[in-house]
């Protein structure tokens, strides 16, 4: 054990300081004294430092905290997305990163999943959920089978006629098989229900409109 | 405060208290109760600062809802400065209020209050008094500043003049602190200090 006092050491702390911004050096080396301190004694104090040093690099920014359900802002700030939440819900109309006060929302937020770290589980059934990650399908390839046939993503539509049937056939749909929704609760799904009652509307203004013309 | 808010604060605790940078500026936290709600806090007034020299002490109050929330921070010694109450240490601090971020720690707080202290806001004031002073008659602001942080913060700079002026109206049965605020807010005009005293 290295020695006692520094345990005291919480409830009065003595420091000093040149620059006056937040590094996260200095941060990684303050824990990992800190960490030091509890160590048993077994390793060698090089590799334990090492090692607490690699750890506080996945510190939440915001519970100072090794991150849980980890998410990552646009500007790179790592964050338990609990936290980033709350965070969140406080300033609903003054969204900034805490770190560099960079703009971010929920919905441009990046989940973080390793490969141990997550379980079966769903995180987004867990409260708050946790904003699903953006996945957008790769480019098709070259060796479509067809037209039309099959599920290739290949989509013909032929408009025959004056405007308002070449209107009405794409609003129904006809004959298209409709494109892939967006799993359900994230941004995509919310967006496409949202168009789809737009343009529901539109048709039935339009349906109207024919009816009283 | 069995939440996040004391989680928090022991983490700072143990991240600051070991930072090995021993340098010129001075910062000092300690705790007053035992369960993270409140704090004391003390900095040293910056070098080339009327303040230089001086110890200021906070009160800090670590709300249930930090860090989404700023701590409360006042001034507890009493310091001449436009952002500032002279009355009652309140501070205004943009990061104290609506700039406030999740990550910022006690840390980077006492930071930013050292260099208020360093670079003031006649602007944004928040005593109008010390702020009017400091855009009319610099000089004069300063050496408020400078008598005050010999005064109350145990500063150096020694001001026969002030000390004399406020010797002569605590003799008249003025209370000391009072005879210097109205000393501080007229210029150490004596005249009109005692004017406004006896009005």
């Keep these: 054990m290295r020695p006692l006092a520094r345990q005291e050491l919480p409830t009065k702390a003595v420091f000093y300081s040149k620059d006056t911004s937040v590094s996260h050096k200095i941060m990684a080396s303050a824990s ?36 849980k359900d980890a998410v990552v802002s646009l500007c790179g700030h790592l964050f338990c997305w609990p936290c ?15 770190v560099c006060k960079a703009a971010i929302s929920k919905e441009k937020v990046v989940p973080l999943y390793g ?7 769903d995180p987004r059934d867990k409260v708050p959920p946790r904003p699903a990650g953006q996945r957008t399908e790769p480019e098709p390839g070259n060796n479509f089978s067809g037209f039309g046939f099959g599920d290739s993503g290949f989509h013909m539509s032929f408009g025959i006629g004056a405007f308002p049937f070449g209107f009405f056939t794409s609003t129904f749909n006809i004959g298209e098989p409709r494109p892939n929704v967006g799993p359900h609760g994230s941004p995509q799904y919310m967006e496409e229900q949202f168009l789809s009652k737009v343009f529901l509307w539109l048709a039935l203004l339009f349906i109207a409109w024919l009816l009283y013309a | 405060m069995a939440n996040i808010a004391a989680q928090r604060i022991k983490r700072e605790f143990k991240e600051v208290i070991r930072s090995e940078e021993v340098a010129k500026c001075a910062i000092k936290v300690e705790l007053v109760d035992n369960n993270y709600t409140e704090l004391k806090g003390e900095i040293a007034g910056p070098p080339d600062t009327p303040y230089e020299g001086g110890n200021f002490v906070l009160e800090i109050k670590v709300p249930e809802t930090y860090p989404f929330n700023p701590p409360k921070v006042r001034f507890i010694t009493k310091i001449w400065h436009p952002n500032i109450s002279s009355v009652t240490g309140a501070i205004c601090l943009d990061i104290l209020k609506d700039q406030w971020a999740a990550a910022m720690t006690l840390r980077t707080v006492l930071l930013s209050l050292q260099a208020l202290l360093a670079a003031a806001e006649p602007d944004d004031p928040q005593d109008a008094v010390v702020a009017r002073q400091y855009k009319e008659n610099l000089e004069m602001f300063k050496l408020t500043a400078r008598h005050w942080t010999n005064a109350y913060a145990g500063g150096p700079s020694v001001n026969p003049e002030c000390d004399d002026k406020i010797k002569r109206l605590v003799d008249m049965g003025i209370e000391e602190h009072q005879a210097r605020v109205a000393l501080s807010s007229y210029n150490w005009d004596l005249e009109r200090a005692t004017e406004q005293l006896f009005s």
């Design chain 1, 32 to 67: 990992e004294d800190v960490e030091t301190t509890r160590g048993d004694g077994g390793e060698s104090p090089n590799t334990k430092d090492d090692e607490k040093k690699e750890e506080s690099l996945l510190e939440c920014n915001i519970c100072l905290d090794t991150a």
């Design chain 1, 115 to 121: 490969r141990g770290s997550t379980k079966q589980e």
């Design chain 1, 84 to 98: 980033l939440h709350q965070w969140l819900e406080t300033r609903p109309n003054h969204q900034v990163c805490p």
